[in-house]
């Protein structure tokens, strides 16, 4: 007769601290049918398999639990430990209803969706396996532009007016890195620094709007006119031009070359899935939802579908719903070819998702567990957050001054000079956080170790058996 193992709490902390900090991506499978011989653990209604904590212990040493090198009864423990932790905050998130959060809710969505979408494409859309000829490869080299790269010099500017001013002012003769600071967009200084100089990129991979000029343009000349792409106005100046050697990116052009096959074929598998659901577009309704006004979040117009196609259809409304749970971009933010895109990137999702269910992909069981463990891995991040925000102190700067004091010699150079106070401040504050967070997180884990107890049996036996193949070897 098997007895009912304890939470061990000595020597548990250590690993449990280093579990929530790097929040471990993996959690327990869903229980499973089978002779109950192999169980090492049952955690609420969840059995956890021999097989099951071998893997996860595998999983724990390689992120949370890299000190643990010996696998002997006391470590398996520990790594049992820290499984049946991660367990107990999902138990615990889904009894304060957390699982119910909308935006853990939304994210789940999107994940099931991406997942389902990609199973739906490797089954029937792309190949196995793509093989290219030598010559193949050439020819996609050129047609795609790879063969030439460029360097340039780039201030993206908000609107084509200042994009103007830019031109005005460098026809003027100011310098063009005296101009990016004033007018490129933060997000690009932030990227490319304050010349605005954006390194060497092959053509083929230059926004569409940008590949003509850059292909043309002596070096030393910039562009007499702001070219608009998705990021802003670019003004730019040619740097450089220079061919690209074939047989030194011969690796990279074969990985493009498969990209864009797949890519192909998915494109392809859409046009059949259009066709197969007869999918039909009313102009007249799309250029009444481009006219919506930005402030507009509801549709008033004439309640007729944008799209319709076999079993399904998208209306203004849909779209505008979509626009709220920030799934698309408002009508008036777009111009018409991007607007037509967009909608028909809804429609088309949902053509696809129809496709789905009829072929039953959506049962999948590798999907489902997927699904299952972000489910888990957002529930133990939102609590871990909640609870830290709850019980973490505040940290003083008298607290931060008596930590520098107390371990003066870690701060301590070869040289015996020792750095200031004031350099280390910040750091010093930013680790006591942590510190606090992890205190916090040991407090509440050990609160959910004692109101979960009556569901948490651990078999020692079994643990025993963990890993003696491995031992054999």
Known sequence: MRKQGSMGHSGTHHAL??????????????????????????????????????ARARELRKTGSRHINELNRQNKRELLDGIIARELLVMEGIQRGLDSDSTIATGLEKIRRRALVRKLYEQEAVQESYVFTEEELRAFFVE?????????????????????????????????????????????????????????????????????????????DYYPEPVKTPVGYHVFRLKARRPVDFAEVHEWIEAQARIQSRADDMERYVGVLRSRYDLVFDPEVFAALHKLPLETTKWSGEDRPIFTWRGGQLT????????????????????????????DNLAGRQIMMAEVRKLGIDDDADILSSVDKERAKLLVKVLFQVETRKRARTISDEAIRAFYDQNIDQFTREDGKVTDF??????????????????????????????????????PEVLDLAFAADADR
Not at 22 to 44: K, S
Not at 163 to 190: C, K, N
Not at 323 to 342: C, I, M
């Open 422 to 459: 004031s350099f280390l401040k910040e750091s010093i504050r930013t680790a006591l956080q942590e510190r606090g967070k992890n205190e916090a997180m040991d407090a509440f884990l050990a609160e959910l170790r004692q109101n979960y107890k009556d569901q948490i049996e651990i078999f």
């Open 17 to 54: 601290r280093e579990v929530w900090v790097c929040l471990a991506i993996f959690a327990l499978a869903t229980a499973a049918f089978g002779e109950p011989d192999d169980t090492v653990a049952r955690i609420g209604d969840k059995r956890l398999s021999l097989e099951q904590f071998e």
């Open 316 to 343: 203004p409304q849909d779209y505008m719903d979509q626009v709220g749970k920030k799934n698309a971009r408002h009508p008036a933010a777009l111009d018409s070819t991007r607007l037509r895109k967009e909608a």
């Open 144 to 220: 795609r532009q790879y063969d030439a790269e460029v360097n340039s010099q780039h201030i993206v500017c908000e609107s084509d007016e200042k994009g103007r001013q830019v031109i005005a002012a460098l026809q003027g003769g100011a310098p063009f890195e005296s101009l990016v600071s004033t007018y490129s967009l933060r997000s690009i200084q932030d990227r490319f620094g304050p010349g605005g100089f954006v390194g060497w990129f092959k053509v083929g991979e230059l926004p569409e709007e940008l590949k003509v000029p850059l292909s043309t343009m002596t070096p030393g």
